[in-house]
């Protein structure tokens, strides 16, 4: 592949490929000599339009371990305040040599008008509300190296479906790679039609308690009151209450079952402190997996089999 914008455009074997990659990658971590020489000379240009901590960070932290170039891009700060348009920005990227654009922005669909303007590989880092593809890979990377598998697995995400980024990759991607959905939400954050738009086979339930025992994994999405209108939310803690993880809640998954959030959390609302640091709990492990499984994905983009 020469981009990667979305979860469907990973087929079962791309995005087995990517997963077993970045188990490799991970092996570097733990070495004396932490960089490879795999892309030197190239240059990943990180394009943020939006605040992110760790997709922003951990990219950096991937590019600079395969010895790539790095450029970090923040619309703060830059012409962008003076009103230059992205076609224009990713343009004057190109003129100083990006061979990868790595780039979040508020407006869905950008990074695919993106892919239309440069030479270079584009990755979606996240799309207003659309895909978060990458999310997705280290989603499923971690939910593998927990439970040793992804086909047959039945992963409940849970919460603010509709402006989730993070729930409509991880819909596209674990269902080409073999596990079974349920989306869990208040209706009025659970898009109409989603779950048979995205991956016929997806189910959509509305009461978590009667989810829960039923599950390997359940992901806990961040409430994402800043892309919200107050009249179809209910209260903080109405919603903490029926769709909230506490430590009862959590009590009702089976032994084996691992909580996950994409982060940043809103602790005390979708989750609470004492599930979010509890053993079960993978939040900082995804983290760390978002740096070898991001690797990956540059070293096939622009260092693999495809140049
Ligand atoms: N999970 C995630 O995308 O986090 P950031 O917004 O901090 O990058």
């Given at each position: 592949?020469?981009?990667?914008?979305?979860g469907?455009?990973?087929?079962?074997?791309?995005?087995?490929?990517?997963?077993d990659?970045?188990?490799?990658?991970?092996?570097?971590?733990?070495?004396?000599?932490?960089?490879?020489?795999a892309?030197?000379?190239?240059?990943?240009?990180?394009?943020?339009?939006?605040?992110?901590?760790?997709?922003?960070?951990?990219?950096?932290a991937?590019a600079?371990?395969?010895?790539?170039?790095?450029?970090?891009?923040?619309?703060?700060?830059?012409?962008?305040?003076?009103?230059?348009?992205?076609?224009?920005?990713?343009?004057?990227?190109?003129?100083?040599?990006?061979?990868?654009?790595v780039?979040?922005?508020?407006?869905?669909?950008?990074?695919?008008?993106?892919?239309?303007?440069?030479?270079?590989?584009?990755v979606?880092?996240?799309?207003?509300?659309?895909?978060?593809?990458?999310?997705?890979?280290?989603?499923?990377?971690?939910?593998?190296?927990?439970?040793?598998?992804?086909?047959?697995?039945?992963?409940?995400?849970?919460?603010?479906?509709l402006?989730?980024?993070?729930?409509?990759?991880?819909?596209?991607?674990?269902?080409?790679?073999?596990?079974?959905?349920?989306?869990?939400?208040p209706?009025?954050?659970?898009?109409?039609?989603?779950?048979?738009?995205?991956?016929?086979?997806?189910?959509?339930?509305?009461?978590?308690?009667?989810?829960?025992?039923?599950?390997?994994?359940?992901?806990?999405?961040?409430?994402?009151?800043?892309?919200?209108?107050?009249?179809?939310?209910?209260?903080?803690?109405?919603?903490?209450?029926?769709?909230?993880?506490?430590?009862?809640?959590m009590?009702?998954?089976?032994?084996?079952?691992?909580?996950?959030?994409?982060?940043?959390?809103?602790?005390?609302?979708e989750?609470?402190?004492?599930?979010?640091?509890?053993?079960?709990?993978?939040?900082?492990?995804?983290?760390?997996?978002?740096?070898?499984?991001?690797?990956?994905?540059?070293?096939?983009?622009?260092?693999?089999?495809?140049?």
């Amino acid at each position: 592949i020469r981009h990667l914008l979305s979860g469907a455009d990973l087929d079962a074997a791309t995005a087995t490929q990517i997963l077993d990659t970045a188990a490799e990658m991970a092996t570097v971590a733990g070495r004396e000599v932490k960089k490879l020489p795999a892309l030197r000379g190239r240059t990943v240009v990180n394009l943020f339009y939006e605040d992110s901590t760790r997709t922003r960070i951990s990219f950096e932290a991937a590019a600079k371990r395969l010895s790539a170039d790095v450029i970090n891009f923040s619309a703060k700060g830059s012409s962008v305040a003076k009103g230059e348009s992205l076609k224009d920005t990713a343009l004057t990227l190109q003129a100083m040599g990006a061979d990868a654009v790595v780039v979040r922005h508020p407006a869905s669909g950008a990074p695919h008008r993106l892919a239309n303007w440069v030479d270079g590989s584009v990755v979606n880092a996240g799309d207003g509300t659309h895909e978060h593809p990458t999310q997705a890979l280290l989603d499923a990377y971690t939910m593998r190296s927990r439970l040793g598998r992804l086909a047959g697995l039945h992963v409940a995400i849970v919460g603010d479906v509709l402006h989730s980024r993070v729930a409509r990759s991880n819909v596209l991607l674990l269902s080409t790679l073999g596990a079974k959905v349920t989306l869990v939400g208040p209706p009025t954050l659970i898009p109409v039609d989603i779950a048979a738009a995205l991956a016929p086979g997806t189910d959509v339930c509305y009461d978590l308690d009667a989810v829960l025992p039923g599950v390997d994994v359940v992901m806990m999405l961040r409430v994402q009151r800043e892309r919200m209108n107050d009249s179809y939310f209910p209260s903080a803690r109405e919603y903490a209450r029926r769709y909230g993880l506490d430590a009862p809640r959590m009590r009702r998954l089976p032994e084996h079952a691992i909580v996950m959030h994409p982060g940043p959390m809103n602790r005390g609302m979708e989750i609470t402190p004492e599930v979010a640091d509890s053993p079960r709990s993978t939040i900082v492990e995804q983290v760390a997996n978002g740096v070898s499984v991001r690797m990956a994905v540059l070293y096939l983009l622009l260092g693999g089999n495809n140049r």
